[in-house]
């Protein structure tokens, strides 16, 4: 079968791959869709990638086949992918840090003993079994494929903490932070601004729950001061996270005392001492998300409370990828459909 992967810099191939075969307590799955997010873009444009996995990682489909240790029943389960339950094992879990289990982490970017040699972004994928779970009955295959980025911003809003009734800015309008705006809202936020250049997804961020957004400049400082009797954001979650980009002041944003939550990585955000320590600003950061966020955004999900459908792109094949992965980004996620 064919995969793509990414082989450089701005180079992604299509080269042959041997069909997995389920070993020991791990499971393979048909793919049924799979999402090109900006992790993958990125992935193509630098070439650096944390394992080959990373790239096609948020993906969903079902269970073909089992290895030894993982029960028969679980074969035609529809499932997607996310991280497993903490080892138990490592150092950090033996000193009662489960939340950062460093087999939780690695399995997060794709760098797992039993996974196949690539993404999802080919037609069967190879993935330890307690890496899977069941897609809700409700929940259809391109929708679930958006589970694993609302889990990476339902663990933002979790590092925020509480935002019921509070002011919230949300730097970055990519399906993260489209998705915290959505999660923001249900959570009770009182008002929410996004700061994106690009129109269309400032469009799609009003449509998801947005009060306002504003392209990058004194504008959306002037907007928060209005809303919040000049003080500012209380909550600032930086989602922008694109190298070559540069990111907004981010710190000028929020209220003195306020919070920031960095989400994205790469690029550079402009968190000047001088600023957090005159303002007193806490900055928290976000990485990845952790079973309970999963379960509960599937569940949000499967209620219809949290809809990824406006963020639904255009649908390709796998040989697509190649040209798709290094192409200008538009307002809605891109869908891979292996298996078509």
């Keep these: 079968m064919r995969a793509a992967v990414v082989t450089g810099p701005e180079q992604v191939e299509l080269i042959e791959v041997d069909d997995p075969v ?8 048909d793919v049924s869709a799979c999402g090109l997010g900006g992790s993958d873009r990125e992935a193509a ?15 969903s489909g079902r269970i073909v086949a089992v290895g030894d240790g ?5 074969v035609g389960e529809r499932v997607l992918g996310s991280v497993p339950p903490p ?5 950090r ?44 009955e409700g929940l259809d295959d391109v929708s679930a494929t958006f589970a694993e980025p609302a889990a990476v911003a339902a663990h933002a809003l979790a590092r925020a903490g509480q935002v019921l009734g509070e002011c919230v800015a949300v730097v970055g309008g990519g399906t993260i932070g489209l998705l915290t705006v959505e999660l923001a809202r249900l959570a009770g936020a009182a008002r929410i601004l996004v700061v994106e250049p690009d129109g269309a997804r400032r469009d799609l961020a009003c449509t998801l729950g947005a009060d306002a957004a504003i392209a990058p400049s ?5 907007w928060l001061e209005e ?33 920031v939550v960095v989400v994205g990585r790469g690029g550079a955000t402009a968190l000047d001492p001088d600023v957090l320590v005159v303002r007193e600003v806490t900055v ?44 200008a980004f538009g307002p809605g996620r891109i869908i891979v459909r292996p298996t078509d």
């Design 284 to 327: 928290r950061g976000s990485i990845g998300y952790q079973v309970g966020d999963m379960r509960r955004v599937l569940a949000l999900m499967d209620e219809d409370r949290l809809r990824p459908d406006p963020l639904v792109g255009p649908t390709i094949g796998v040989d697509e990828v190649p040209v798709a992965a290094l192409a």
């Design 227 to 259: 809303q919040s009797h000049g003080l500012g954001a209380d909550v600032v979650v930086d989602c922008a996270g694109m190298s070559g980009r540069p990111r907004p002041d981010t710190p000028t944003l929020v209220r003195h005392g306020g919070l």
């Design 93 to 136: 879990c033996r000193a009662g840090l489960g939340d950062h289990c460093e087999r939780s982490l690695a399995s997060l970017v794709g760098d797992a003993t039993l996974a196949s040699p690539h993404g999802a972004f080919a037609p069967r994928l190879r993935v330890e079994a307690d890496r899977v779970v069941r897609t809700p």
């Design 70 to 74: 993982v029960a028969e029943r679980f």
């Design 218 to 222: 004194d504008a959306a400082v002037e």
């Design 45 to 59: 444009r630098t070439g650096e990638l944390p394992a080959p996995g990373w790239f096609g990682h948020e993906w």
């Design 22 to 29: 389920a070993l020991p307590g791990s499971v393979v799955v």
């Design 87 to 91: 080892c138990g094992r490592c150092r």
